[in-house]
């Protein structure tokens, strides 16, 4: 017997881990693929799935979808990905301005030391 999206819903909100199992054993690997093709890294991709998947069985009683579970499953991965990487920037953004800052700064101070050697040396 083949189960519909909603019936499939219905036992997981129910709690049924068995349904549960099914879904998360029939998407995993497709999700984890779909993520690697987005991030290029594969152990963030499958943080990423399993994170969609604990998120998805923890707020279970809560959640309301409206579209196909397969649908929403790879739109949370999409978006998910495409968050994981707008942090990715903003960390490379800041590290870059670190790094410049720190090499500005740096130079600076080195010569503010050797001026005030020389200083007391004259």
Not at 20 to 28: I, L, M, N, T
């Amino acid at each position: 017997m083949q189960l519909t999206d909603a019936d499939i819903l219905l036992a997981i909100q129910q709690g049924n881990e068995r349904v549960f199992e099914v879904v998360f054993r029939k998407y995993y690997q497709a999700l984890c693929n779909y993520g690697f093709g987005l991030l290029k890294d594969m152990d963030d991709a499958e943080e990423i799935v399993q994170s969609i998947f604990t998120k998805l069985w923890e707020q279970r009683a809560e959640i309301e979808i409206t579209v196909s579970l397969k649908s929403y499953l790879y739109r949370a991965v999409h978006n998910t990905c495409l968050n994981r990487i707008k942090h990715l920037k903003i960390q490379d953004t800041y590290r870059q301005h670190v790094g410049d800052f720190l090499t500005l700064n740096h130079g600076s101070a080195t010569d503010e030391l050797y001026k005030s050697e020389l200083e007391q040396r004259i």
